[in-house]
């Protein structure tokens, strides 16, 4: 059975400071994986996408990166928070070859102060 | 503008009604998916379709297979764990990683 597992589970970091986000997918290769974003009582933004490692699409910029430095793993990062990147974080993967359906992880909340 | 409109916005059911919430869409969508976010925040998938309708339970989904451009998910005899929020999401073109999510449903059963 496939898992995903995202780290942190919540951070609170300054303005100014840099972010690191993970996501790891065991049980499947080759996944497609995906970043999203909540603001607090808001909808869901997808911020980047990967169908390979090596390989990450920007949908929207917050100011933020994305990479997939393995199959099975998907990075976050900043170097400089802003207050507006508070907020909920979610991770999720699809079947390689066709976003389909979208399975998320537990997601990382993130406040900056 | 928005891609996805989901109404309403706030649902307040007593316990063993029933009732549907609606997605519109503003082209044609491939596919639809529905997911209940949890307390903790993570999203639980309901229904993934590309046509038709699907159900489990007392949850029921259908997509427009016509126009493509509306989708429900009809919920039977509401039990007070139903509460939560609930997104469509939707994607227009085949391939390429991106959903637009609605705006969430706040449903709230009581007894």
């Known amino acids: 059975a496939q898992t995903i597992h995202q780290w942190p589970v919540a951070e609170i970091k300054a303005v100014g400071s840099p972010l690191s986000l993970g996501c790891t997918i065991k049980?499947?290769?080759?996944?497609?994986l995906y970043w999203y974003w909540q603001a607090t009582g808001g909808t869901l933004q997808q911020l980047f996408y990967?169908?390979?490692?090596?390989?990450v699409e920007s949908v929207v910029q917050l100011n933020l990166s994305a990479s997939r430095p393995k199959d099975d793993q998907f990075i976050l990062s900043t170097e400089k928070l802003l207050l507006s990147h508070s907020g909920f974080y979610l991770c999720?993967?699809?079947?390689?070859?066709?976003?389909?359906?979208?399975?998320f992880g537990e997601g990382s909340k993130l406040t900056v102060l | 503008g928005d891609q996805v409109e989901q109404s309403p916005s706030a649902l307040s059911l007593h316990e063993g009604t029933d009732s549907a919430l609606r997605c519109n869409f503003t082209t044609t969508m491939r596919s639809v998916q529905w997911f209940r976010q949890n307390s903790r925040g993570s999203l639980i998938s309901l229904f993934y379709?590309?046509?038709?309708t699907k159900e489990n339970g007392r949850l029921k989904s259908a997509f427009d297979s016509k126009e493509r451009r509306y989708s429900t998910l009809h919920i039977r005899d509401a039990q007070l764990e139903d509460s939560g929020t609930y997104f469509c999401?939707?994607?227009?073109?085949?391939?390429?990683?991106?959903?637009?999510f609605g705006h969430g449903t706040i449903l709230r059963v009581h007894p």
């Open positions: 379709l590309a046509s038709g």
């Open positions: 999401a939707a994607e227009a073109g085949a391939n390429t990683g991106k959903l637009t």
């Open positions: 999720a993967w699809s079947l390689t070859g066709d976003t389909g359906q979208l399975y």
């Open positions: 990967s169908i390979t490692v090596g390989q």
């Open positions: 049980g499947k290769s080759s996944p497609n």
